[in-house]
C-alpha cells in the first residue's frame, strides 16, 4: 500500500471525525436543534459504538481513536438534541 | 478473523450510512434546516468522497459500497440546507 494511499484514508478518517464539531458548536450557539433528527443521530451513536468494538477486537488504533471521538461528539449532539428538543 | 466480528463491522457499516435516512425525511417532511450545520455535512460530504477514493484504491467493497450511499444521502441533506437556509 503506497504511503499516498495512506493518507488519502487517513485524511477521510480524519475529516468525517471532525465534522460534528460544527454541528455542536451550532447547537450551542443558537441552542436550536429542531431540525436535528434525533433517530439519524441516535442510530449513528449506536453505529460508532459498534465501529469502536470492531475497532476494539481487530485491534485496528485508527478505527478505535475516530470512532472514540465520534462517539463522544455525536453523544453530545444527541443530549443537546433530548435537552433543546 | 471471526464471522461474529465480521458480522460486527458490517452491522455497525450498515447502520452509520442508513442513518441518514430519517435526517433527510425530516428535513423533507419539515422543509426545516435550520439547525442543520452546513461546515459539519459538506464536510461529511468531502470526506465521505475521500473515503469511496479510498475504498476504490485498495478496491474494498465495504468501504466502497457503504461511503457511495452515505455521499449520496449526505449531499441530498447539503441540498437540502442550501435550498431551505
Known amino acids: 500500500m503506497s504511503l499516498a494511499v495512506e493518507i488519502l484514508g487517513t485524511t477521510a478518517a480524519v475529516i468525517t471525525t471532525l465534522c460534528w464539531v460544527p454541528q455542536v458548536l451550532r447547537i450551542l450557539k443558537t441552542r436550536d436543534s429542531s431540525a436535528v433528527s434525533l433517530p439519524a443521530y441516535g442510530a449513528l451513536a449506536v453505529g460508532s459504538a459498534l465501529w469502536l468494538a470492531y475497532g476494539i477486537l481487530i485491534w485496528s488504533v485508527p478505527v478505535i481513536g475516530a470512532n472514540a471521538i465520534t462517539l463522544m461528539l455525536v453523544s453530545l ?6 435537552r433543546y428538543g
Open 77 to 82: 449532539i444527541v443530549g443537546l438534541k433530548i
